[in-house]
């Protein structure tokens, strides 16, 4: 499982010209879930993704996790995260897990990000989103679990 996170100062998710899910200052994350993921791989994630230390403190350190900062999580699923493309120029998608066992992972993070944070919004998995997002620094990183 993949997540590309970015810090945020908003972000909102639209589909078909209706907001589905947006935040202020926070973070934006962008789900790849790969074939033989599952819910501990979701669990350590989530346990990472709110704990990971990326905004700033009084000196502005990158020190502060997201519950410290009382930011919002926007979770995006993006099974092309799970590309490989490591040959030729054109991405395989042989490692992404079946869209049944992503959409199950995706909505299990959710329902796992809501229970442990109190500003969790989200993207529809398997449409065409349109992501809008002013990305904080920028400051970008790639997580695994």
């Known amino acids: 499982m993949k997540a590309l996170i970015q810090r945020v100062s908003e972000a909102k998710v639209v589909v078909d010209g209706e907001s589905v899910g947006a935040i202020g200052p926070g973070l934006l994350v962008l789900l790849g879930v790969e074939k ?11 346990d990472k993704l709110l ?3 990326i905004f700033p403190d009084e000196q502005q350190r990158m020190n502060r996790s997201l519950v410290e900062a009382q930011g919002g999580l ?16 054109r991405p395989s998608f042989s490692d992404a897990a079946p869209p049944a066992e992503a959409e199950r992972l995706y909505e299990f993070m959710l329902a796992s990000a809501r229970a442990k944070h109190p ?23 790639l997580l695994r679990a």
């Not at 033989?36 to 989530?46: I, K, S, T």
């Not at 919004?121 to 809008?132: E, L, N, P």
């Open 119 to 141: 500003v969790v919004a989200s993207g529809r998995f398997g449409a065409d989103m349109k992501v809008h997002l002013v990305n904080d620094g920028p400051v970008t990183f």
């Open 51 to 53: 704990a990971y230390r």
């Open 74 to 89: 926007l979770i995006v699923s993006q099974f092309t995260l799970a590309a490989d493309t490591s040959k030729g120029l």
């Open 36 to 46: 033989g993921d599952g819910e501990a791989n979701a669990a350590r994630l989530l």
